[in-house]
């Protein structure tokens, strides 16, 4: 007998028919003599509803008490999908993340956790039960409610899984598995079998949500075997392995897109040691995480640093230049949110030159201007407009060779 943890998104629990399917599989996995830890996310896009909704009430929204409204969309999904094995005969209990005993810092609205107590959950199956866990949420060492950041409950998954020393995580979700692009950006997208933890981390940081960033770090530190899947066609999908070179050993393994970036410039900085670090440390000290950076040649002693930054932290980004703008003696900030990103991913990049020559020619070809670059062994970025995006992702993935052959 083995233990699983099954994860089910959003859209995999969006309405009565979906959740009766995903206690069909749960009640199938358990009479196949497997025990099951279910993980939850909210309803469809009922987090995003939820988020309006604290909008429409008030500008001003505590990030204490928005953690204690989003954590309220996975309990809504844990109850019911209990209630949905109920009928299946199948006895379960659900969880909240404080009662799963995933215990976080309090940095609300994007808590890290700290350490897993699973005793609960550890205590229902020794009784036999399908413990069901509201995922994306915990609890604070002050003991508040708190949230993992958007698509955290692949976070909660795969931290119990590891927790719990169980033999898979399976993330069922509305594709297939990962592609090599984003099916719903690149119509000719091949699902891929196998991704590395190495590719897996540069497109889940690069835009390929599938899944969160931090799940696969995870997995990756403490061994956890992912394997991404549908819940609508419950076939095999990807798996993500420590495996070097990686699967159909194409140079490029994936293009992944990504407007949910801004851009920040600070204009007209003086040239002298200690400016940057004056500002990042600025930017650092308001918890704001930065993406790509890049200054400019200086000119008559003055220089540009632009910097990328997720959409939702640019008023707080800004703010930070501002504060530091005179004392760095800098001209003007300015917020540019019409940029998104587009980036290969592939561990075959390390000894194939000409990697980056082809994917600059895509894009010339297009008529596509490149405003920054970043690179690293597996991965090159590019910042472009963010209306060029679909067109960029859809030519890098015909030049790298990763269309599916039409059958
Ligand atoms: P869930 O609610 O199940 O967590 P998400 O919306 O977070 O689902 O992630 C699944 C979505 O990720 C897919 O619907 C797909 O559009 C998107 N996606 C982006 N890039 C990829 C990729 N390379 N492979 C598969 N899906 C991707
Ligand atoms: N419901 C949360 C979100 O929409 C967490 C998740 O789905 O993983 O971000
Ligand atoms: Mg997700």
């Known amino acids: 007998m083995g233990l699983v943890v099954q994860k089910f998104g959003g859209t995999s629990v969006g309405d ?41 009430v008030s500008p001003v929204r505590p990030p204490r008490e928005l953690d204690m409204l989003l954590t309220a969309g996975e309990r809504i999904s844990m109850a019911l999908v209990c209630m949905a094995l109920a009928g299946r005969g199948v006895e379960a209990a659900s969880f909240t993340g404080s009662q799963a005993g995933i215990i976080t810092d309090a940095d609300h609205t994007r808590a890290k956790i700290l350490e897993m107590r699973p005793t609960r959950i550890q205590e229902a199956l020794d009784a036999g039960l399908t413990p069901v866990v509201a995922g994306f949420q915990g609890v604070s060492t002050t003991r508040d409610i708190t949230t993992l950041g958007r698509g955290g409950s692949d976070v909660t998954a795969v931290a119990l899984a590891a927790a719990l020393g169980a033999d898979v995580c399976e993330i069922y979700t509305d594709v297939t598995g990962v592609f090599s692009a984003d099916p719903r950006v690149v119509a000719r997208a091949k699902r891929l079998n196998k991704v590395s933890f190495d590719e897996m981390m540069e497109m889940a940081a690069t835009g390929g949500r599938v899944l969160m960033l931090r799940s696969v770090e995870f997995a990756r ?7 991404v899947r549908s819940s609508f066609t419950w076939e095999p999908g990807t798996w993500i392995v420590e495996e070097e070179p990686t699967m159909e050993d194409a140079v490029v393994s994936a293009v ?6 801004a851009k920040i410039t600070v204009g007209g900085v003086p040239d002298h040691p200690g400016v940057a670090a004056r500002l990042f440390r600025e930017l650092a000290e308001r918890g704001i995480n930065l993406d790509m950076i890049v200054q400019n040649t200086s000119e008559n002693g003055l220089t540009d640093i632009s910097f990328t930054v997720a959409t939702t932290d640019v008023d707080d980004a800004r703010t930070a230049c501002e504060a530091v703008r005179e004392e760095l003696g800098a001209a003007k900030v300015t917020a540019d949110t019409g940029i998104g990103r587009v980036s290969i991913v592939g561990a075959g990049m390390k000894s194939n030159p000409g990697v980056t020559a082809l994917m600059f ?39 790298f060779g990763l269309d599916a052959v039409a059958s």
Request: aromatic letters at 0%.
């Open 361 to 399: 020619e895509t894009l010339s070809n297009k008529g596509i201007n490149i405003e920054m670059i970043s690179t690293s062994s597996i991965r090159i970025s590019c910042v472009v407009r963010a209306d060029r995006v679909e067109d960029a992702v859809i030519a890098l993935h015909t030049a």
């Open 256 to 261: 992944t897109d990504d407007t949910s970036e």
């Open 221 to 227: 530190r403490h061994g956890v075997p992912l394997h």
């Open 16 to 56: 009565a028919e979906r959740i009766r399917a995903v206690a069909d599989h749960v009640a199938r996995t358990r009479r196949g003599g497997d025990q099951v830890v279910v993980v939850v996310s909210a309803m469809g896009k009922s987090t995003d509803d939820l988020l309006r909704l604290a909008d429409d």
